[in-house]
């Protein structure tokens, strides 16, 4: 793992845990990671001398640029995840637009309208979980299994999918999807719904650990 | 015999859980269908006499939730609140227990007086799922009736519930959210009960609390014309807090709380007998909505359908037309013409009779057919599976999937298929869909593209023709799609499972649908046939040909006398063919007009101002405006057309 992905998930993580309103300390951070509690020093001090985060009495707090930082890096994370996503058309654009300052502009262009722009830094701000965790529902195969954690987009659209039962933590599973990009059909509370694909593909779910096929590569 | 006892009560309920059945065996035959006053959703309506009471069913549009989504919502919503109907009974699908629990426990916060029907239970025993209903009774403190609606078991029983709550009025409790939300429910209705009480006078309290933290536009807006601009930012406060804590849209939360109480219910309910296995519903499924095999079955199908509508349609044709044309209108002149002057006799004869007979001959046997096989897709369960693979060609065009069932409705007759716009969910998305489908060729138009196209040049011109309209369709489509401000909804379609078409529900929605269809176009036909009698008796439709003829002969190329057909046209599209036969003298076309010339007007008719009635149903479902709109627009895009095709067809021809 590289510097940075470190430090992406270590500041989400304190992001994580304060919004779940529990202190974050350094024994935490090493066995969530998964690394070693040296390691975790190590990467907590380099936050705090980068200006990420700040230390008192034991409890690890993100500074104004350390929330700074965790925005932006979900934004772009989720954005790599709907429009870009692997393909090569998606790459090359992805290298042309570089890195994005506007991004109220480039989610529009991405045909988002205002209020859904809203939507969408809303449920980044409110957004409590690991996204790293997180796929859209198109990008699951039949059969697999996965749980809903938000949806993405206007408030209409998103009031909507939680009236027909897409609440978050809802067990969805993937009947089937129309070809060429067409809709895709899903079973949930014992009804099946077919959702379009551009609303699926706004749907970020995480995935059932035992699907036969593993989700395919976001970013 | 004693006065009888009034009841209001009304049917809500998901759709695609038998509640027009329920509806059905009820009211019998006493149904009327109508519009809701200001709004294009279905009001059906019946009477029913059971133990000493008269019941006035009402049948409210099937709904998922009471927000203010659709025009469906805010019927049912403003029915059961404004209206209070005597008995709400809320009918739901005990195989999709949790799911319908959603909209009854917005019910019970509407403290509607609530009857349960618990419907298809034997679907669900099928798939081994039991619903245990004494359970559910006692857990939401409400009756809950098991029923069969096909077979008519539980009506008596869910009738004497129905009775048993309007004598002993009393709500069931609300059912309660989490604490947080609970709390702010309460203050807010503290606040609501002392600040507006004329307002809490009419909807519950807690209702309008609950809908206020929903953000409930609609809600909002009656407060606030209360003069409850206060409670609203009081209510703005509590749901930025609700939001903050639950880091989700306030009605996200709600929506979440109400469905983990559905799931608790229908937990400590539900018994699954059986393991689910692999049954017919889910095999046919997996074909018809199969990624390949589906296309050729949809192709298939509609062939099918289209095959037997013709086959049919025309059959029932000649025999009606000898009826009507061979006696009827004869007969009416012979015994008019002594009495009245001869422009009278003309008129009614020409004008009154032989519209009902153009009318009966040639657009039922062509629609009842139609229907018939449509009321079996329906009911089967095909047509979401049809819009599932189509939604993707439907974006194309800036709709989804579901507009494909109107689209496929057009084939037949563009009336019911502007009526069947109203399945699509915002106002943008149903005119986009309706003007699409007056573009669809309908079996009149069809008629004449191959009794003239497909007969005397050939089958594959008649084809070419066909394709070239399609491409219009989406063509035109894309255009009014960019041309119309507003975002494209995506789908979110429940797809039913598959069940067995009964003939009885088949023949009641022929019958209802026929019977519309005979409202709104019967009159248009007849008074517009009227109307260019009183034209051509006085001599004033050759003035207006007349007028038309450099139109017509320079730019379209087509003789002269083509102008009266093309007016008359207006009335139904297939008369101008009838008309250039009877103008002509003869009924081989090839003597009046050379093959460029057929392909023009077929071109032209098929193109230019939708006929009378299905301007009336446009009108009706949009306006006067957007009517005439559209036909102005279909005729100078006609004459475009087909002034362009004879002058390229010219040159190859």
């Given amino acids: ?219 | 015999m004693r006065a009888e006892k009034k009841l209001a009560v009304c049917l809500t309920g998901n759709a695609n859980v038998g509640k027009s059945v329920i509806f059905n065996q009820l009211t019998g035959l006493n149904q009327t269908v109508s519009n809701w006053p200001g709004k294009t959703v279905e009001r059906a309506e019946g009477t029913l006499h059971f133990q000493g009471y008269t019941m006035k069913i009402i049948d409210l549009p099937g709904t998922y939730s009471l927000s203010s989504y659709s025009a469906d919502e805010v019927v049912s919503r403003d029915y059961i609140s404004v209206e209070r109907p005597d008995v709400v009974v809320n009918i739901i699908d005990a195989s999709a227990l949790e799911r319908n629990l959603y909209l009854t426990i917005q019910l019970l916060e509407l403290e509607a007086p609530l009857v349960i029907a618990l419907n298809q239970i034997d679907l669900a025993a099928k798939k081994g799922i039991t619903v245990d209903a004494e359970k559910l009774s006692e857990m939401l403190q409400v009756p809950v009736v098991p029923t069969v609606a096909t077979s008519g078991i539980g009506m008596q029983e869910l009738l004497s519930k129905v009775i048993e709550v309007a004598e002993k009025p009393g709500k069931a409790p609300s059912p309660k959210h989490g604490r947080e939300i609970e709390q702010r429910i309460g203050n807010l209705e503290q606040a609501l009960k002392a600040g507006l009480p004329r307002l809490c006078s009419r909807y519950p309290p807690r209702w309008i609390a609950i809908k206020l933290l929903e953000r409930d536009e609609d809600v909002g807006k009656h407060v606030e014309a209360e003069g409850g601009t206060w409670i609203l930012s009081v209510a703005t406060e509590m749901i930025s807090g609700i939001e903050q804590l639950h880091g989700e849209p306030s009605s996200v939360v709600m929506a979440s709380e109400r469905y983990s109480l559905a799931s608790r219910l229908a937990g400590s309910t539900v018994r699954i007998v059986s393991p689910p296995r692999v049954d017919m519903d889910q095999r046919l499924s997996e074909i018809t909505a199969h990624k390949i095999l589906g296309y050729p079955i949809l192709a298939g199908i509609l062939g099918c359908v289209f095959a037997v509508v013709f086959i049919a349609g025309g059959a029932m044709i000649n025999i009606l037309d000898g009826v009507f044309n061979g006696v009827l209108v004869p007969a009416s002149e012979a015994l008019l013409s002594p009495v009245l002057p001869p422009i009278f006799a003309q008129m009614v004869s020409g004008g009154i009779v032989w519209g009902i007979g153009a009318a009966v001959t040639i657009v039922l046997p062509y629609i009842v057919p139609f229907y018939i096989l449509l009321a079996i897709l329906e009911d089967s369960g095909y047509l979401p599976r049809a819009a599932f693979l189509m939604d993707n060609v439907m974006h194309k065009i800036g709709l989804h999937g579901k507009a494909f069932i109107p689209m496929l409705l057009g084939y037949g007759c563009n009336v019911p298929a502007c009526v069947g716009c109203r399945i699509m969910e915002t106002d943008r998305e149903r005119f986009l869909a309706g003007f699409v489908v007056t573009l669809v060729p309908c079996a009149a138009r069809t008629v004449i593209i191959l009794g003239l196209v497909g007969r005397y040049i050939g089958m594959g011109a008649a084809l070419v023709l066909y394709l070239f309209d399609l491409g219009l369709v989406l063509l035109l489509g894309r255009l009014a799609f960019r041309a119309l401000p507003g975002e494209p909804v995506g789908l979110i379609m429940e797809m039913p499972p598959y069940r067995t078409p009964t003939a009885k529900s088949i023949a009641r929605k022929t019958w209802v649908r026929t019977k519309e269809f005979v409202y709104v176009a019967f009159p248009f036909i007849i008074g517009g046939s009227v109307f260019l009698q009183f034209l051509s008796a006085t001599g004033l439709i050759n003035v207006l040909a007349d007028l038309m003829s450099p139109l017509i002969e320079s730019w379209l190329g087509l003789p002269s006398v083509t102008g009266v057909p093309l007016i008359f046209g207006v009335l139904r599209k297939e008369l101008t063919l009838v008309l250039l036969a009877d103008i002509g003298g003869t009924f081989d076309f090839s003597r009046i007009l050379a093959p460029v010339q057929m392909i023009v007007f077929a071109i032209v008719t098929m193109i230019y101002i939708p006929c009378i009635a299905t301007i009336a149903a446009l009108a009706r479902e949009f306006g006067a405006k957007r009517a005439l709109a559209v036909a102005a627009l279909d005729s100078v895009l006609a004459v475009f057309l087909g002034g362009v095709a004879y002058h390229l067809l010219s040159l190859v021809m």
Avoid at chain 1, 131 to 160: K, Q, S, Y
Wanted: hydrophobic share 35%; glycine share 12%.
């Fill in chain 1, 1 to 219: 793992m590289t510097e940075e992905s470190n430090m992406s998930e270590l500041l989400e993580l304190v992001k994580t845990f304060t919004q779940q309103g529990r202190p974050v300390g350094v024994s935490q951070i090493a066995s969530r990671m998964g690394i070693d509690p040296t390691d975790a020093r190590r990467l907590v001090d380099l936050a705090i001398k980068s200006g990420f985060a700040a230390e008192a009495s034991d409890v690890i707090e993100l500074t104004a640029a350390g929330q700074e930082f965790v925005k932006k890096h979900r934004e772009e994370y989720l954005h790599q995840r709907h429009f870009h996503r692997g393909s090569l058309a998606g790459r090359l654009r992805g290298f042309f637009e570089g890195r994005v300052t506007d991004w109220h502009g480039h989610w529009r262009h991405h045909g988002f309208d205002d209020e859904s722009v809203r939507g969408f830094y809303r449920s980044m701000q409110d957004y409590r979980g690991r996204i790293e965790e997180t796929v859209p529902l198109t990008n699951l195969g039949r059969g697999d299994r996965c749980t809903v954690v938000f949806a993405l987009g206007g408030h209409g659209m998103v009031r909507r999918l939680a009236e027909m039962g897409l609440t978050p933590g809802t067990e969805v599973t993937v009947v089937r999807s129309a070809p060429m990009h067409g809709p895709v059909e899903v079973s949930l509370r014992g009804v099946s719904l077919a959702l379009g694909r551009g609303i699926a593909s706004r749907v970020l779910v995480k995935p059932a650990t035992d699907n036969r096929s593993p989700p395919l590569p976001g970013a």
